[in-house]
């Protein structure tokens, strides 16, 4: 039982280049999310998840889209990453509120 | 995050202190409160959670309290010890149904 499984660990891009971090959990939990945290900040919502088939938009989805591929995996792509979405990018899942996080992926936008 | 404040921003104390770190949210639907720790490095973690049909909840030396009529809940810990240094997050829900999380607390334990 993995729980939450986020790859890559590490990413550098250049502006303008396209990427897809992938998540996936094997806890059979309907609503999954996608945060960033920016240093020695607190967690902002990119978008969520409720189940499988819907998405819907946080407080930073600006730049981001999402793909809920089935009910173990949630997708975030930069389409075209900018400096400002250097971030760390922790995905989560959930059943009764209570969260699940992955181990996370630092991502520099250089 | 949205409508929700936590303080204090970062809270030194001794070993063997107490500590507590209060959340205000404005959601009146807020019916979860949770609190989250996230050691340096490593990925958020959830510590202690309560319901709003409940006024206190204690695990060993944690324990949350909820005040729903001034709209804040508290993270109380007790005989601090050096792995309790972290940051601290309340995370209620808002109108979305998701967390949003407080900007966070910096716990420091001195030796």
């Known amino acids: 039982n993995a729980g939450v499984t986020q790859t890559p660990k590490f990413q550098v891009l250049k502006t303008g280049q396209s990427m897809t971090l992938q998540c996936a959990q094997d806890?059979?939990?309907?609503?999954m999310y996608w945060y960033r945290q920016d240093p020695g900040m607190g967690l902002r919502l990119i978008y969520y998840?409720?189940?499988?088939?819907?998405?819907d938009k946080g407080e930073v989805p600006n730049g981001y889209n999402v793909s809920r591929l089935n009910k173990r995996e949630f997708s975030l792509r930069l389409e075209s990453a900018a400096p400002s979405q250097t971030s760390v990018y922790f995905c989560a899942s959930s059943e009764t509120q209570k969260l699940f996080f992955g181990s996370g992926t630092q991502l520099s936008v250089l | 995050g949205e409508n929700v404040e936590q303080h204090p921003s970062t809270l030194s104390v001794q070993e063997g202190d107490s500590a507590v770190i209060k959340c205000t949210y404005s959601d009146s639907a807020s019916n979860y409160f949770p609190w989250y720790k996230q050691e340096l490095g490593k990925r958020p973690q959830l510590i202690i959670d309560i319901r709003s049909n409940v006024g206190e909840k204690k695990d060993q030396r944690i324990a949350v309290t909820l005040n729903k009529t001034a709209k804040h809940f508290s993270l109380h810990i007790t005989e601090t010890q050096p792995e309790d240094s972290a940051v601290y997050f309340c995370?209620?829900?808002?109108?979305?149904?998701?967390?949003?999380f407080g900007s966070g607390t910096r716990l420091q334990v001195q030796p």
């Open positions: 998840s409720a189940s499988e088939g819907t998405t």
């Open positions: 806890m059979n939990h309907n609503s």
């Open positions: 995370a209620p829900p808002t109108g979305r149904r998701a967390l949003t």
